[in-house]
Nanobody, 124 residues
Framework: QVQLVESGGGLVQAGGSLRLSCAAS????????MGWFRQAPGKEREFVATISWGGAATYYSDSVKGRFTISRDNAKNTVSLQMNSLKPEDTALYYCAATTSLVLRVGIGDYEYWGQGTQVTVSS
C-alpha cells in the first residue's frame, strides 16, 4: 500500500504559477500510474492530469491543457504538477492519486490511493 502526501498549495494571483508535489511512502511509485484531481467548493471532484509509470505518457483535461504540466521522479518517489497562467476557476483542493490500472485512467473510481489534498486559491 502506498501513502501519498501533497504539498505546495497556496494563494496566488491570477496569471501566476504554483508547483504542487506529491510524496509517496510505503511503496515505490514505479508500480503506479499517477493522477491529479481537484475539487472546488460545491462541486464534484474532477480529473486534472495523469502520467504513466515511466513518465512517457501524459493526459490532461481540456481545462488545464497547455497551462499545467504533470511530471514524476521515480528515484525520489514524487509526482509534481506545474501550474502556470492560473485562473480563479482553478481554485480548488488538489489531490494526488495512484492507480494500479494497466492503462491511464481519468475516473475517480479508477484510483485506489489518495492523498489528503493541498489547497490552491487563485485571486482575481
Amino acid at each position: 500500500q502506498v501513502q501519498l502526501v501533497e504539498s505546495g498549495g497556496g494563494l496566488v494571483q491570477a496569471g501566476g504559477s504554483l508547483r504542487l508535489s506529491c510524496a509517496a511512502s510505503g511503496r515505490t511509485l514505479r508500480s503506479y500510474h499517477m493522477g491529479w484531481f481537484r475539487q472546488a467548493p460545491g462541486k464534484e471532484r474532477e480529473f486534472v492530469a495523469t502520467i504513466s509509470w515511466g513518465g512517457a505518457a501524459t493526459y490532461y483535461s481540456d481545462s488545464v491543457k497547455g497551462r499545467f504540466t504533470i511530471s514524476r521522479d521515480n528515484a525520489k518517489n514524487t509526482v509534481s504538477l506545474q501550474m502556470n497562467s492560473l485562473k480563479p476557476e482553478d481554485t480548488a483542493l488538489y489531490y494526488c492519486a495512484a492507480t494500479t490500472s494497466l492503462v491511464l485512467r481519468v475516473g475517480i473510481g479508477d484510483y485506489e490511493y489518495w492523498g489528503q489534498g493541498t489547497q490552491v486559491t487563485v485571486s482575481s
